[in-house]
């Protein structure tokens, strides 16, 4: 009866490792679909930011040429655009982190 | 042949259809290679289903992964609403992926790495939030721009802030793709041009060659994971602008 038991536990022991030896693989595969959405995610909140920046001083510059205010729209639209960059990337830093708590439940 | 990184952008006329109120209405390199990249995917796509198998052949199950990765995409953004403009969104990423793919053969033109390209597809996704927009939820739509619960003396500023970061949504979406592809080719085409240089430099220059031709090599392996997920950052981001005409509540 005992060497039953221990034969038992020997092939669920076996089983186990099997199955950890499977499933690894997996994990790998998960951390390098994660590398390449990283390189995605930075490539994003640089171009979002850097957009933001450009969109107020393009607008700062259009409003100093029509109303003649030079240079307080460049410097005001600028400062705005600077926000408007920052919220992008806020944006897009916070639907990044959802997703990814989404994907593992449990972790932040 | 010619070792300046910057030629291979260069739009060269094949022929020309005449001028149109002043302009130059012309067959372009970068034409031929969009109308090589919308033959190749019809093509691919009508062949790859024409068997219509229960069980796929290769070809097949290529076509329907494509298909089922975005409209996975676009169902997990959009949610089944946005099923509607799935059309659209599928013909976007696989005209960018395979313009993005066919540049990386050698000789071959990069249609996206010019900014009227892909500033006219963001343009188009812009067009089409704001039609999509202003159908659906009328002047509401301007809700967008005004968030709730912010302090009333604060509220003008984060409006105007809200709407610069509105309008800055096609200028990064272009620039983005643009940018990738235009320095990943430069980059490319520099250390191609290193192992040429160091090759004609005699023995010791070929020797050291090696290192600059292995970096060529890692590069490219490295533009092509950039040309499969640029198309896909533009696809993902083309669905979140999208489920914002859809549901302009924050």
Same mark, same amino acid.
């Given at each position: 009866?005992?060497?039953?038991?221990?034969?038992?536990?020997?092939?669920?022991?076996?089983?186990?490792?099997?199955?950890?030896?499977?499933?690894?693989?997996?994990?790998?595969?998960?951390?390098?679909?994660? *590398?390449?959405?990283?390189? @995605? +995610?930075?490539?994003? /909140?640089?171009?979002? $930011?850097? %957009? !933001?920046? &450009?969109?107020?001083?393009?607008?700062?510059?259009?409003?100093?040429?029509?109303? *003649?205010?030079?240079?307080? @729209? +460049?410097?005001?639209? /600028?400062?705005?655009? $600077?926000? %408007? !960059?920052? &919220?992008?990337?806020?944006?897009?830093?916070?639907?990044?982190?959802?997703?990814?708590?989404?994907?593992?439940? @449990?972790?932040? | 042949?010619?070792?300046?990184?910057?030629?291979?952008?260069?739009?060269?006329?094949?022929?020309?259809?005449?001028?149109?109120?002043?302009?130059?209405?012309?067959?372009?390199?970068?034409?031929?290679?969009?109308?090589?990249?919308?033959?190749?995917?019809?093509?691919?796509?009508?062949?790859?289903?024409?068997?219509?198998?229960?069980?796929?052949?290769?070809?097949?199950?290529?076509?329907?992964?494509?298909?089922?990765?975005?409209?996975?995409?676009?169902?997990?953004?959009?949610?089944?609403?946005?099923?509607?403009?799935?059309?659209?969104?599928?013909?976007?990423?696989?005209?960018?992926?395979?313009?993005?793919?066919?540049?990386?053969?050698?000789?071959?033109?990069?249609?996206?790495?010019?900014?009227?390209?892909?500033?006219?597809?963001?343009?188009?996704?812009?067009?089409?939030?704001?039609?999509?927009?202003?159908?659906?939820?009328?002047?509401?739509?301007?809700?967008?721009?005004?968030?709730?619960?912010?302090?009333?003396?604060?509220?003008?500023?984060?409006?105007?802030?809200?709407?610069?970061?509105?309008?800055?949504?096609?200028?990064?979406?272009?620039?983005?793709?643009?940018?990738?592809?235009?320095?990943?080719?430069?980059?490319?085409?520099?250390?191609?041009?290193?192992?040429?240089?160091?090759?004609?430099?005699?023995?010791?220059?070929?020797?050291?060659?090696?290192?600059?031709?292995?970096?060529?090599?890692?590069?490219?392996?490295?533009?092509?994971?950039?040309?499969?997920?640029?198309?896909?950052?533009?696809?993902?981001?083309?669905?979140?602008?999208?489920?914002?005409?859809?549901?302009?509540?924050?």
């Amino acid at each position: 009866m005992a060497t039953d038991r221990d034969d038992l536990e020997k092939r669920l022991e076996a089983l186990k490792s099997k199955v950890a030896e499977k499933t690894r693989p997996q994990e790998i595969r998960d951390t390098g679909q994660k *590398g390449a959405a990283g390189i @995605g +995610l930075a490539f994003r /909140l640089g171009s979002e $930011f850097v %957009a !933001g920046v &450009l969109v107020g001083a393009l607008l700062g510059w259009a409003f100093d040429r029509f109303l *003649g205010t030079t240079p307080w @729209g +460049l410097i005001v639209f /600028l400062l705005l655009g $600077f926000g %408007a !960059g920052m &919220l992008n990337m806020v944006r897009a830093a916070n639907a990044a982190n959802a997703e990814r708590t989404d994907d593992e439940p @449990g972790g932040r | 042949m010619a070792n300046d990184p910057i030629q291979q952008f260069q739009i060269v006329e094949i022929f020309s259809f005449g001028e149109i109120g002043g302009m130059e209405f012309a067959m372009t390199n970068s034409s031929v290679f969009m109308i090589a990249a919308v033959a190749v995917i019809s093509g691919f796509l009508m062949g790859a289903t024409r068997g219509r198998t229960l069980v796929p052949t290769r070809a097949q199950s290529v076509a329907e992964l494509l298909y089922s990765f975005i409209a996975n995409t676009v169902r997990s953004t959009t949610g089944t609403e946005g099923m509607k403009f799935f059309p659209f969104i599928f013909t976007l990423f696989l005209f960018v992926l395979t313009c993005n793919l066919l540049g990386m053969f050698p000789y071959f033109f990069t249609v996206t790495s010019h900014l009227v390209v892909t500033f006219a597809l963001a343009m188009a996704v812009m067009t089409m939030v704001l039609v999509v927009g202003f159908a659906r939820h009328g002047v509401r739509f301007l809700e967008l721009f005004v968030p709730h619960g912010v302090p009333k003396p604060i509220l003008p500023f984060i409006t105007l802030i809200e709407v610069i970061s509105f309008l800055s949504r096609p200028i990064s979406l272009s620039l983005r793709l643009f940018g990738n592809m235009l320095a990943g080719h430069i980059v490319l085409k520099v250390f191609a041009g290193f192992v040429v240089t160091m090759g004609a430099a005699g023995v010791v220059g070929a020797v050291g060659g090696v290192l600059p031709f292995a970096m060529t090599v890692i590069l490219t392996a490295f533009e092509f994971l950039i040309a499969g997920l640029q198309a896909f950052v533009f696809t993902v981001l083309t669905c979140v602008y999208l489920n914002d005409a859809l549901h302009p509540h924050h």
